[in-house]
């Protein structure tokens, strides 16, 4: 969960200050998504299955 908070803070911080690449808002919304679902897992009741995390691809990435 403090990885996704974190994750979640940085790019709230690039959007806002509209330094964002092309991907970084959809990036924003799967970390809250996958936040809000870690919320709901019972860990004692998981059976070891976890969630995988949201990728995370900068459009700078592919233009090497």
Known sequence: MNE??????????????EMQE???EEQLKDFKRYRILLKYI????SGGVFLPKPLTH???D???
Do not use: G, M, R, S
Not at 42 to 45: E, G, H, M, S
């Open 22 to 24: 092309a991907n970084e």
């Open 62 to 64: 592919y233009n090497q």
């Open 42 to 45: 019972d860990i004692n009741n």
């Open 4 to 17: 996704a908070n974190e994750k979640i803070k940085i790019l709230e911080d690039i959007i806002e200050l």
């Open 58 to 60: 900068n459009v700078n």
